[in-house]
């Protein structure tokens, strides 16, 4: 009997047999040092927003966890990446939900329609503040469909809300799909890597950019790890 398990083993096997040899990088991002402490965020213009925060929501520019880990921290691979002329066909989701921005950092291949979903009873105006892509700015009021939109070319994005001066958040827009955005706890991981040489690029939008190269060999997993020096007050 095939199970359905089975078939999808046998339709990997059959369509993508590099995978089967694929290998791994994961690692943590850390800071050393005093971070700047992030602000208070007062949403009473905006009370709608401000009524869906039990306690109040504070800047987001260094999201950091337990033991010196860094969150929202973009890693990619920025050479060597093995499906940089492939655009997902899946889109991928921005949401304005109590005045934020989640997620806070959103990284996306080049090409890939991005959807822009207001959640909120107000209406906001997302401004991506583009330089190599082309910058827009658009308006949407509570209660209507989403934004569809995309970026051709490689760019980090500072976005911001025309409306609501504190809202702030990033696109990462790439090349590739093998992109990872740091969790709670600093932890990355890179599945899917074909054997070969590759550059892994970690971004932080206050402490800038690292890069570390990384040989995959077949079925393997390399840890790569990441500190960050902490900008001081
Ligand atoms: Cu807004």
Redesign the pocket.
């Known amino acids: 009997m095939f199970t359905k398990q089975w078939f999808s083993t046998l339709l990997l096997m059959v369509v993508s047999p590099a995978l089967l040899f694929a290998g791994t990088v994961s690692g943590k991002v850390t800071y050393t040092g005093t971070p700047a402490k992030m602000k208070p965020i007062d949403m009473s213009k905006e009370p709608s927003c401000a009524k869906q925060h039990a306690t109040p929501v504070t800047t987001e520019a260094v999201v950091t966890g337990p033991n010196n880990t860094l969150a929202n921290v973009v890693v990619y691979v920025s050479a060597g990446a093995p499906d940089e002329s492939t655009t997902p066909a899946q889109a991928v989701t921005f949401t304005?939900k109590g005045?934020q921005y989640l997620p806070h950092v959103l990284a996306m291949h080049t090409g890939q329609e991005l959807k822009v979903v207001n959640d909120d009873q107000?209406s906001?105006?997302i401004h991506p503040l583009a330089k190599v892509n082309r910058e827009w700015n658009k308006s949407q009021p509570p209660g209507t469909p989403p934004l569809s939109e995309k970026f051709d070319k490689e760019e980090f994005i500072p976005v911001k809300?025309n409306?609501?001066p504190w809202?702030h958040g990033y696109f990462a827009v790439l090349k590739t799909s093998h992109y990872a955005i740091s969790g709670d706890n600093g932890s990355f991981t890179l599945p899917d890597l074909p054997p070969g040489k590759y550059t892994i690029t970690a971004w932080q939008e206050d402490y800038g950019t690292q890069t570390q190269d990384v040989t995959i060999g077949g079925n393997e997993t390399k840890t790569v790890d990441f500190t960050f020096k902490a900008k001081p007050y």
Do not use: G, S
């Open positions: 304005q005045c107000t906001h105006n809300c409306v609501h809202m």
